[in-house]
């Protein structure tokens, strides 16, 4: 009877990790985490800011800076977008392991305004590469 039930908590236990990355000590379950910091939170109507995002990865996982990697953009109309899409060429270092994005922002009509980024980028470990879309927002408000 013992065997029996070590077998299906064993079973259990196998079914339920099915199909998913071993996690690294400290990892996400995601392998990687997004960080806005950089950007700008206030902004005067007409003043000019910027919108910060960085990909930090978590190991195993890496961004191969030759796979694919693209932001969208969208703001309301109370904010101004210098660029709406961006690619891996746009990072402030394309090579680097935390790849890092920034465009102006213009702070157009008054009130809480809700920039959008939508992410479509590959984590990679040692022999694959997985797509990871992710869309959040970037709270800016307008005074």
């Not at 000590?25 to 950089?38: E, S």
């Not at 930090?56 to 101004?80: C, F």
């Not at 210098?82 to 008054?110: C, H, I, Q, Y």
């Amino acid at each position: 009877m013992k065997r029996l039930a070590l077998s299906v908590a064993l079973v259990a236990a196998l079914a339920a990790s099915a199909g998913e990355p071993p996690a690294s000590p400290g990892a996400g379950p995601d392998g990687y985490t997004l960080d806005t910091a950089g950007s700008s939170t206030s902004l005067r109507v007409g003043e000019k800011g910027r919108l910060a995002l960085a990909i930090h990865p978590q190991a195993p996982w890496h961004v191969d800076p030759r796979a694919p990697l693209t932001i969208k953009l969208e703001a309301p109309a109370g904010l101004s977008l210098e660029k709406s899409s961006l690619a891996r060429k746009d990072a402030l270092d394309p090579k680097a392991e935390v790849p890092r994005f920034e465009t102006a922002v213009t702070g157009v009509a008054p009130g809480v305004q809700q920039a959008s980024a939508r992410l479509k980028f590959f984590l990679c470990r040692e022999a694959i590469c997985e797509m990871r879309t992710r869309t959040l927002t970037i709270p800016v408000t307008v005074k």
